[in-house]
């Protein structure tokens, strides 16, 4: 089946409407958030329409309506990660939670006693990350780290913009507890060897991490085939709502692990002296959950799974191509990452030179807005990758399954008034 | 177009020379601010003269790292404050402040903000509003701590 761009554009309502005195919407923003098809905007609206009640405890018809669609969604992603069982997925509100909710599961472990032993953290343990992590998975780590009295230590990352895995046996060694990575990076588009980490991180018994939050949307994911033990997304970059984040964990972690959230749903049984916990994943889902946002993710999954994810990989992989040859072309702009788009993903971030030098992100981002150019400007949460490179800031452009090269064409034309205007 | 009214003639001239730029001494309290969402870096300095009685703004400098509306910013500010006492600045800052909040309804008075009143379009941006403010927001920092209204940092 050919990939039908049109077709699909026509399913996202607000790629139609027009911006700043009438401009047309060139939406490259979606590593940021993605926007939204009707379908899901429809099943979020259904569901408030018909059948909106608490889950799990309401013993009407709405309550058994909602708590399907709920736990629906939960089947709907376990299936989409290739997770052997849906109690290994836990729902959150991002991935900043799904991250954190690890990281105080094991803060947590020194006092869960024996079966949380595998979790706890001291002096001497070392966690490991890489450069080109987002903010959300980095200081859920530091804090962790200052904590329990543990080290971060963390992968750099090469000039051409991929993970320096010359020191990987060091960094990865017998006091390594838990490995963190992007699985894609939201800055760079570089997509890392995870299996090849995890396979390294297990040798010497550490937990591997992974945050999937660019890769889930825009290509296949398998959580059993990449061989890792968790792995985060979060809804608003796969079509899907704000407010809903996955964590997918292997259930034996999840068995083990002590809660992060106290509340209602998490519990087994509470007395006033102490409480027993619900088995997973209700453990970690403390309090009434983001049920309409619940089904409109599941609705978000089966859209990018009908179309498919090989397909959605496919397609983007040639706007890339398309992206990184036109953008490199442009005088005085320096693409950030792999230029081979076998190994990027949709994020394309640069800084450009004019002719009284460099031109800020913000300054460039301002004119293309004005031309209906939407990207993001700024260090996008990766301040340390930035100053890896000797920056502060760069502008970012980011494509999705409904991007089109006459976007790519609106994009780098842009670019010519951004340097004409600041020239 | 609206692009004009935000990069007014007289904001892309501060950026492309901006006055008072450098570090200099004497100063009586140096100051780092940043904008986080974009990592922008001032330096700013401030030193004070008061053999006059009231404290007069003697000198502002700084060395800063930004977009052209921080940077031109910078500039216009320390046109505007150097040889005012504190307390007209002072002022002069909480009329900047005043137009930066008013979302572009404001009608500045050219007569106390000269050509800070170019930011006017500005502050229909509201993702850009911080970056006009961060350097008089150093600039506040700093004149608190010379002026001894606040300790000085470390």
């Not at chain 1, 962790?144 to 010359?166: I, K, N, P």
């Amino acid at each position: 089946m050919t990939y039908d761009v049109d077709r699909i554009r026509k399913d996202f309502p607000i790629l139609d409407r027009t911006v700043r005195e009438g401009r047309k919407l060139v939406y490259l923003d979606s590593a940021n958030t993605s926007q939204k098809p009707h379908q899901v905007i429809e099943a979020i609206d259904a569901y408030y329409s018909m059948s909106n009640a608490n889950i799990h405890r309401a013993t009407h018809q709405l309550g058994e309506e909602a708590t399907e669609a709920y736990e629906g969604a939960r089947l709907k992603v376990a299936r989409f990660l290739g997770a052997a069982d849906e109690s290994e997925v836990v729902f959150t509100k991002n991935i900043s939670e799904a991250i954190n909710l690890v990281a105080y599961a094991m803060g947590n472990a020194a006092t869960a006693g024996e079966q949380a032993h595998r979790f706890v953290l001291g002096p001497g343990d070392e966690i490991v990350v890489t450069e080109m992590e987002h903010h959300s998975n980095i200081v859920p780590w530091q804090l962790l780290c200052e904590r329990t009295g543990a080290t971060l230590r963390w992968f750099g990352v090469t000039d051409d913009g991929y993970l320096d895995l010359s020191n990987v046996d060091e960094l990865i060694n017998d006091r390594t507890k838990l490995v963190a990575l992007a699985h894609q990076s939201n800055v760079l588009g570089t997509i890392n060897p995870v299996r090849q980490i995890a396979e390294k991180a297990h040798r010497v018994g550490a937990l591997v991490l992974v945050d999937g939050a660019q890769s889930a949307p825009n290509m296949p994911v398998d959580v059993q085939d990449l061989g890792v033990d968790f792995f985060g997304f979060t809804g608003h970059k796969i079509c899907g709502p704000t407010g809903i984040g996955v964590l997918w964990a292997r259930r034996e972690l999840l068995d083990a692990m002590p809660p992060f959230l106290g509340g209602g749903e998490m519990i087994e049984t509470v007395a006033m002296e102490r409480s027993t916990f619900a088995p997973p994943p209700h453990k970690f889902e403390a309090g009434t959950m983001p049920i309409a946002e619940a089904a409109g993710l599941a609705a978000a999954v089966d859209y990018v799974t009908e179309i498919g994810l090989d397909q959605i990989r496919d397609y983007e992989r040639g706007l890339i191509a398309y992206a990184v040859e036109k953008l490199t072309a442009v005088e005085g702009l320096r693409l950030l990452g792999p230029t081979n788009p076998d190994d990027r993903g949709a994020a394309l971030s640069f800084t450009l030179e004019g002719g009284l030098g460099e031109i800020h992100p913000h300054d460039i981002s301002q004119v293309l807005d004005a031309d209906g150019v939407a990207v993001r400007a700024g260090h996008h949460c990766a301040r340390p990758l930035h100053k890896r490179y000797g920056i502060t800031a760069s502008t970012r452009a980011s494509v999705y399954l409904y991007n089109t090269r006459a976007e790519i064409d609106a994009l780098v034309e842009s670019l010519d008034h951004v340097k004409r205007f600041f020239g | 177009m609206q692009l004009e009214s935000m990069y007014q003639e007289i904001i892309l001239d501060h950026y492309r020379n901006p006055h008072h730029k450098g570090l200099r001494d004497p100063y009586e309290a140096e100051v780092h601010h940043v904008n986080p969402t974009c990592g922008d870096e001032v330096t700013l300095r401030v030193h004070l003269d008061h053999s006059g009685g009231e404290p007069v703004v003697a000198d502002v400098s700084y060395d800063s790292m930004g977009c052209s509306i921080s940077q031109a910013s910078a500039s216009v500010m320390t046109d505007l404050v150097i040889g005012k006492t504190v307390k007209q600045a002072m002022e002069v800052e909480d009329e900047f402040l005043t137009l930066m909040k008013s979302k572009g309804e404001a009608e500045p008075d050219e007569d106390v903000l000269e050509d800070a009143v170019a930011f006017a379009g500005v502050s229909k941006y509201p993702a850009r509003i911080k970056c006009a403010l961060l350097s008089w927001m150093a600039w506040k920092d700093a004149t608190a701590q010379a002026n001894g209204t606040v300790p000085a940092e470390g």
